[in-house]
């Protein structure tokens, strides 16, 4: 494994029966990098995330996510990443405070320690004020952001969003990035898949999925010259059609 990456694949497969969900797949992530993965659905994106999740083992291939092995070591994986899903994994009737204690719990922290990354996680979204309300009566981009925070509150080296900000308003959205590029710039790896195609352009490097491979892989600039295209969507339709 190069010393920077802190996830590499070569050849990861994965198939269901007669069917290929992921097909050879290879690329590699830097520590700090923001990667965007892209795909339409039934790309195989979600699949593929899985695996390199500790969530599921691949049928073929091999790689490596924060140094253990995805083929072997999927439970050494899980300690190590963060994850936040669409639907954000929130325990709706805990309050703030409690959902990032619970959590902190399940990671392995010391009470001491999740104490103190609470507050300090707390304070950097200006949620201080809301640690003892119930999250379920919290508006969709409060909570967005709440989920994000528990995602990194035991300072993973990678975190894994997947379609982080569907069904969230602009503002709300560009607001949610910029705690993403806080995060990066600490040294985070940021893993994110996307329907929103202004996002793709915020993003160090996308991979683009078609049928289960990869079909592109640069930076959005780069990815717009080669297909002389004026923006992210273009790419993705022209790429997808």
């Not at 992530?29 to 691949?58: D, H, Q």
């Not at 940021?190 to 929103?196: C, N, Q």
Request: aromatic letters at 10%; a positive charge; proline letters at 2%.
């Amino acid at each position: 494994m190069v010393k920077d990456n802190v996830i590499e694949v070569c050849g990861l497969t994965k198939r269901f029966g007669a069917f290929t969900a992921v097909d050879g797949i290879s690329f590699a992530v830097a520590r700090g990098e923001i990667f965007g993965f892209l795909g339409a659905n039934g790309a195989g994106k979600t699949t593929a995330m899985r695996m390199l999740c500790g969530l599921s083992y691949p049928t073929d291939g091999r790689g490596s996510v924060a140094g253990y092995d995805v083929m072997t070591q999927g439970e050494q994986i899980k300690r190590y990443i963060g994850y936040m899903s669409q639907r954000f994994s929130l325990y709706e009737e805990l309050t703030v405070k409690e959902n990032m204690e619970l959590f902190g719990g399940i990671y392995g922290m010391r009470r001491s320690e999740i104490r103190h990354r609470t507050d300090e996680l707390l304070q950097q979204i200006e949620f201080a004020a809301h640690a003892g309300e119930r999250v379920g009566r919290l508006p969709l981009g409060w909570r967005q952001k709440l989920a994000f925070m528990v995602a990194m509150i035991h300072k993973p080296e990678i975190v894994f969003l997947d379609e982080p900000t569907g069904g969230v308003d602009p503002i709300t959205r560009r607001q949610f990035w910029t705690l993403i590029r806080h995060a990066a710039t600490a040294g985070t790896t940021i893993f994110v898949t996307t329907h929103y195609m202004d996002e793709a352009a915020f993003c160090d490097r996308v991979s683009i999925m078609v049928d289960g491979r990869i079909k592109a892989l640069d930076t959005p600039a780069s990815l717009m010259q080669q297909m002389q295209a004026r923006n992210m969507n273009e790419v993705f339709v022209k790429l997808c059609r």
